[in-house]
């Protein structure tokens, strides 16, 4: 989701640019630092981000100034002749030096500069082109993330085709279970009692028991499901990423689900496994439209 685009514009008197910058955000995020006196700039910023994205932290900024004519300074005649009058009084006093006229022109309000006003005609047009260049960064960030995008894809593809590796050492490796558990319960048995023989039916039925409890097929199944979901969003149309963050979610409450089952040092192994990368691939997510 991160970015940058950036596009200049002039009309009249006025000349500006705008950058575009972009970085992860959970949901769209618009922010807009501009001139003074065109405020209004900020809903283009908010509409021309909503259309375009949906999830990220977009910040715009304008920079913007107008080109002076140079025809607004003048001199404050009334106030440079007061002070004439009053450099002529004291003068002549023993001590004081007679003042020089780039002096008296340094005083302060003695020059002036005319500040110049745009017709509202005028302001309004500079906003509008303004606002055109807004949009022209928009779509100009918004190239630039695609393109980010499409170097992330194969990274995604290769994180979810190793979850789905890890999901199918996980298949086999869940065969071994009825049998260690029934070997653990019988050790356990033994330790118990003397010749637990007479009770090998009970034995049997309580690890069948255990069994059930521990099968981790319906966690599979699901994972594999999620799996097929996962490739379908990457390889769709559209904004993809909010719903690969709810899937994440269920990716990883069927791993602890699986991890808490597992009755082999192997599957443990592989849950942990495949823990991690899931974790990986969500923080890929953070960056998916």
């Not at 949901?27 to 375009?52: C, H, I, K, T, Y």
């Not at 006003?117 to 960030?141: C, F, H, K, N």
């Not at 993809?240 to 990716?251: K, P, S, T, V, Y």
């Amino acid at each position: 989701m991160t970015g940058f685009a950036r596009v200049e514009g002039a009309l009249g008197a006025w000349s500006w640019a705008v950058e575009a910058r972009s970085v992860n955000g959970r949901n769209l995020e618009a922010r807009f630092r501009g001139p003074n006196g065109f405020d209004a700039l900020e809903r283009v910023v908010r509409d021309g981000a909503q259309a375009r994205f949906s999830r990220g932290q977009i910040q715009i900024a304008l920079q913007a100034r107008r080109a002076e004519s140079g025809g607004g300074v003048r001199i404050n005649g009334e106030l440079l002749d007061q002070l004439v009058r009053l450099a002529a009084d004291y003068g002549e006093r023993p001590g004081v030096d007679r003042p020089r006229l780039d002096g008296l022109m340094a005083i302060r309000g003695v020059i002036e500069v005319a500040e110049e006003t745009d017709t509202p005609e005028v302001r309004a047009a500079v906003e509008a082109a303004m606002g055109q260049s807004i949009l022209a960064v928009l779509d100009g960030l918004a190239t630039s993330r695609l393109a980010e995008g499409t170097a992330l894809a194969p990274v995604l593809a290769a994180q979810v085709d190793r979850i789905a590796e890890l999901v199918q050492q996980a298949e086999a490796e869940a065969a071994a279970q009825p049998a260690a558990i029934r070997e653990r319960f019988e050790r356990r048995m033994a330790e118990l009692i003397a010749d637990p023989r007479p009770l090998e039916d009970r034995i049997l039925a309580e690890a069948a028991v255990m069994a059930g409890k521990a099968d981790i097929r319906e966690e599979l199944d699901r994972l594999a499901a999620h799996i097929d979901a996962a490739r379908a969003l990457l390889t769709g149309d559209g904004a993809a990423g909010r719903r690969l963050d709810f899937l994440i979610q269920e990716f990883m409450r069927e791993t602890n689900t699986l991890c808490s089952k597992s009755a082999t040092v192997a599957l443990t192994a592989l849950g942990l496994e495949l823990k991690a990368t899931i974790e990986q691939f969500r923080e890929q997510i953070q960056n998916v439209e």
